[in-house]
């Protein structure tokens, strides 16, 4: 009852929201909501820390800027071709990366997220440094205009609203259970007949799906792909969002995206400074407040209530 | 009756969120070998390691010749003259055998010279060399007693040094135990062999669930031999 | 396609190379170090790498201390910094999932590197060579400063896995690294033990950084990028292996110096590769003991 009602009064919100606040800022706002829940997913709940989630990230920004650009495939298409070659991509690291669990995953992803750092920095159709430029907003299913940011906007909220969707139900399916069984006791899974590196791979593949989405939404709002957005900042930022709001939460790392995005583009004034602050914050979370936001207020309001 | 050289009195321990111990009330009284015995999980070992500083959380009190060892560090603890032998050895699979010997620092007057535990733990002398990892369980269970006798503590902490071991090692081991028993060393043994904990000791604590329900002289166990079975589960 | 290639090329290359590997061995035993007995993850090892060859810079401009005197000055400063890191941010994670220190330290190098380019901005300072001048071997010119950057480096990287595999000291800390509890249990001081060590691999990556200062220009961002590097190269040596990592940095340093000879357009690719092939072939690491690499 409670929880339909906010549902309804978030639709709401998303839905009006476009007219009170910069499309642009909402477009970024929701595509870092699914990027850091396709995090979530890997480190929330299969316990897998991905240092170079920005590979997948960035790019599918490269990918989609370069099909809107070079062939005459509609928007949601270039959208969906992304995701699905970042799961491909996501599979093939993972074959790699699983091998070592824990730490040293961590070490190996953002090594490999790296190499697809320079590899794009090399590559002839990124455009060096410069980056891709002025990617175009083709047509939805070919035939409507999405060229305007507020048409842009909605059809960016529908894609995130299936992502989310996408993301509960993995997380609520019997695979979730297994992820978090790994995450908790990974010699038990085994002992009970389950091969984890398998299940580690797959939802590697569905986390980077979901980024690759992140990642093509992002190119269409801000029609430019550049090497920064498959830099190490962009893993780092997505790491400190998600415990920001509240790992393994399935909300708190939507709301930390959102809480970075706005408190970023609040701080771009302060240009270094901005850095380190969002270190210092990420510290102080880091020290202290490891449950989160959403995580320390789950704690909260649980508290009463436990008999 | 002489002063307890160390007294534990409602010593409660934690691994993490889940409590193991529930209040244990016993002595040790100077130049004693007293066992505690019980069942497996019964909390004999975390008795040990909640002596040593070495659980998540620990209350009450244990006073070892004067000194409160609750509220101080492990390395503090082992300072004031008490050693530790745990249960699966911990012999180090990174140094050979003559520096597993070594490795303790000698911290007070009144340790065996190296010279002496050689002679007196001969198996070790021939096998110097080799990796401590690559010794048979019964020389590992040797070296991990004899190389924290250096160190001058004279009050020992020794966890199921029979377990896993064939008959005839366990009888060697037996005797090293009352040999150190002989050389004044003050002993506090876990064990689950009654057998084997009825020929060293001169004190039997029963432990189950976290708590000590039974205390027994060793000349008083035979007559209570079933109760303490019981207990034992055997 | 090989006949271009001269001598003089190659191992011109070769020693860069060489150079290039010394620090990546000196950066990877650090971290390495660190990561054997405290299973910290040092992200912050490149910022206290720039930190090393900052310390040096204003060492020299502004208390006029020569090369000489900051080459064991700079890693002290670096280490007692690194130790006051350890105490303030790492301890009190310490019984907590490693992947808490990791991103705290890589939240520290935000701060850190932050910091200094708001101070000293992001271009690169020049540190002038305490050893000018070289010598023609025939083949090719060798600057003084670089052949004692590989000796020195050399030097520096024996005496260190001499003093964990042969010392008394050294058998703390293996023992330590297996077992921390039963170490301590003997009296020893290992908390105490854990944040030393932390200081002496920062200190190490200080060190380099006064190495590095005359060769690469002093800027704050001269360790983020050498960080991932370091990184591939303890993943491929087998995390937590001393030895491990002194030879995987050198042999890094000269695959790269190689393939800048053959195929330029890769040398930043080939470490990475390197990695991905070293995991699939042998996936404990081309020298990782198994209990090393807990």
């Not at chain 2, 082992?78 to 699979?93: K, L, M, V």
């Not at chain 2, 001169?202 to 205390?215: A, C, I, L, P, S």
């Not at chain 3, 971290?31 to 007995?37: D, N, Q, S, V």
């Not at chain 3, 030879?247 to 990695?275: H, R």
């Amino acid at each position: 009852m409670n929880r339909a009602l906010m549902l309804v009064l978030l639709a709401v919100l998303a839905i009006a929201a476009p007219f009170y606040v910069y499309p642009i800022l909402l477009m970024t706002v929701l595509s870092y909501v699914v990027f850091a829940s396709s995090f979530n997913l890997l480190l929330g709940y299969a316990g897998l820390l991905c240092f170079g989630h920005a590979m997948f990230f960035g790019t599918a920004a490269y990918f989609a800027g370069w099909l809107l650009k070079n062939t005459a495939l509609s928007i949601e298409l270039c959208f969906l071709l992304s995701a699905l070659s970042m799961a491909a991509l996501g599979w093939v690291v993972g074959l790699i990366a699983a091998r070592r669990g824990g730490i040293q995953f961590a070490m190996i992803t953002l090594a490999i997220s790296q190499f697809i750092y320079f590899l794009l920095l090399r590559a002839p159709f990124t455009g060096g440094e410069d980056g891709l430029q002025r990617i175009p907003r083709s047509a939805l299913f070919g035939m409507f205009d999405v060229s305007s940011n507020l048409a842009l906007y909605y059809v960016i909220l529908a894609f995130s609203v299936l992502a989310i969707l996408v993301f509960y139900r993995v997380v609520h399916s019997p695979f979730g259970e297994v992820l978090k069984a790994i995450r908790d006791n990974e010699a038990r899974v085994e002992s009970l007949g389950f091969i984890p590196e398998r299940f580690k791979v797959l939802a590697l593949t569905l986390s980077a799906g979901l980024a690759g989405l992140a990642g093509a939404m992002k190119a269409a709002a801000y029609q430019i792909a550049t090497l920064h957005d498959v830099s190490f900042h962009i893993s780092g930022t997505i790491i400190f969002m998600t415990l920001l709001g509240g790992l393994g939460t399935l909300t708190g790392p939507m709301v930390g995206a959102a809480m970075i995005v706005l408190l970023n583009d609040y701080l771009a004034q302060y240009g270094e400074w901005a850095l380190i602050i969002q270190g210092a914050v990420f510290l102080v979370v880091i020290l202290f407040f490891r449950k989160g936001v959403v995580g320390e207020i789950e704690a909260r309001l649980k508290k009463p209530g436990r008999v | 009756m002489t002063d307890p050289l160390m007294k534990v009195e409602n010593l409660e321990a934690w691994y993490g969120e889940s409590k193991a111990l529930h209040g244990m009330n016993f002595d040790v009284r100077p130049g004693e070998l007293v066992t505690l015995i019980g069942r497996n999980g019964a909390g004999k070992s975390t008795t040990l390691r909640a002596i040593m500083g070495i659980v998540a959380k620990r209350t009450g009190s244990i006073v070892f010749d004067g000194t409160q060892l609750i509220g101080r560090r492990t390395y503090q603890i082992a300072r004031t003259g008490i050693a530790y032998c745990p249960e699966e050895r911990a012999i180090f699979s990174s140094l050979n055998v003559a520096e597993n010997l070594t490795l303790p620092p000698v911290l007070k007057a009144g340790g065996i010279p190296d010279a002496d535990l050689l002679v007196q733990f001969p198996n070790l002398q021939r096998r110097l060399k080799s990796q401590g990892t690559k010794l048979s369980g019964g020389e590992q269970q040797m070296l991990a007693i004899a190389r924290i006798l250096r160190t001058g503590a004279r009050f020992l902490l020794l966890d199921e040094p029979s377990e896993g071991l064939a008959p005839v090692v366990v009888k060697d081991i037996g005797e090293q135990i009352l040999r150190l028993k002989a050389q004044g060393f003050t002993i506090l043994l876990v064990e689950q062999n009654l057998s084997f904990a009825r020929k060293v000791a001169d004190r039997h604590v029963v432990v189950e669930n976290g708590v000590v329900v039974d205390t027994l002289d060793a000349a008083d166990l035979a007559a209570n031999l079933d109760r303490v079975k019981h207990y034992l589960g055997v | 396609m090989f006949d271009h290639i001269s001598i003089q090329l190659l191992l011109g290359q070769l020693l860069i190379g060489l150079i290039n590997g010394s620090f990546y061995a000196m950066l990877s035993l650090g971290l390495a170090i660190i990561f054997g007995l405290i299973h910290v993850v040092n992200f912050a090892h490149g910022a206290q790498y720039m930190l090393g060859a900052f310390v040096a810079l204003l060492m020299l401009n502004h208390l006029g201390i020569p090369y000489w005197g900051a080459l064991v000055l700079a890693p002290l400063v670096v280490g007692a910094f690194g130790y006051a890191m350890e105490l303030t941010i790492l301890k009190p994670l310490r019984n907590l999932d490693h992947l808490y220190s990791l991103l705290a330290t890589y939240a520290a190098v935000l701060i850190i590197e932050g910091l200094m380019r708001l101070e000293f901005g992001s271009s690169g300072l020049p540190y002038n060579s305490p050893l000018p001048g070289g010598i023609n071997l025939g083949f090719m010119f060798l600057p003084w400063y670089r052949g004692w950057v590989v000796v020195f480096s050399l030097v520096v990287c024996v005496a260190t896995w001499l003093l964990i595999e042969k010392t008394k000291l050294g058998a703390y800390l293996r023992a330590a690294n297996e077992r921390p509890e039963i170490v301590e249990s003997f009296g020893i001081n290992v908390p105490l033990m854990m944040s030393l060590t932390y200081a002496f691999g920062v200190a190490l990556a200080g060190l380099g950084g006064v190495l590095a200062a005359p060769i690469y220009q002093v800027s704050p961002s001269m360790g983020s990028n050498l960080m991932i590097v370091i990184f591939a190269v303890v993943v491929i040596g087998g995390m937590g292996s001393i030895l491990g990592a002194i030879l995987t940095g050198y042999l890094i340093g000269i695959v790269e110096g190689l393939t800048k000879v053959f195929y330029p357009e890769a040398s930043n690719l080939a470490i990475f590769v390197i990695m991905i092939i070293a995991l699939i072939l042998r996936p404990n690491g081309l020298f990782s003991a198994p209990e090393s690499s807990r």
